[in-house]
């Protein structure tokens, strides 16, 4: 499932080959916190050369000039889409814990940045795209925000 670009395509045709449709953010963040699990369940570190390939490129692929995640389907992501990149985000964090990169801490960082100063609407709701402006809030939304919020907290607590 992993593409030309070392990001993870949504699936595989019937010859169980990629399937080009469409990359998510949340996608890449699953095998990040997958493999920095199975990593340290294993004590098997190599498993966290791939998990870095891939934030890598997901960093690279899937930002906007200022390095803020979107994903495809914005500003109309329908039920599930908002939650994506918050997934991303805490996965990146069990990374970063796993195999510290200071490249992981400044993506973090100017996202709650973003999220804080272009994404918060007049009743401290986080809206969908994190570069702005405020549009709409709701439940997925806010969990997506405050987890990319909680992740930046975390990767550079001491």
């Known amino acids: ?17 990629n399937n080009g449709k469409t990359v998510w953010s949340y996608n890449q963040g699953v095998i990040l916190g997958g493999l920095a699990a199975l990593a340290k369940d294993t004590n098997d570190n190599s498993l966290l050369q791939p998990a870095q390939s891939i934030a890598q490129a997901a960093i690279s692929n899937l930002t906007d000039a200022n390095d803020i995640l979107h994903d495809a389907c914005e500003p109309n992501c329908g039920q599930d889409g908002p939650q994506f990149k ?5 996965n990146l964090a069990i990374l970063d814990r796993a195999a510290p990169q200071q490249q992981y801490v400044t993506f973090l960082e100017a996202n709650a940045g973003s999220i804080w100063n272009n994404d918060l609407g007049p009743n401290d709701e986080f809206g969908l795209i994190w570069s702005g402006p405020y549009s709409q809030g709701n439940a997925a939304t806010q969990t997506s ?4 919020v909680l992740a930046a907290d975390e990767a550079t607590a001491p």
């Not at 925000?145 to 990319?148: F, G, K, P, S, V």
Request: glycine share 8%; net charge negative.
């Open 86 to 90: 918050g997934i991303f985000t805490r």
């Open 145 to 148: 925000a405050i987890d990319c």
């Open 1 to 17: 499932m992993i593409n030309s670009n070392n990001l993870i395509n949504d699936g595989l045709n019937s010859s169980c080959h």
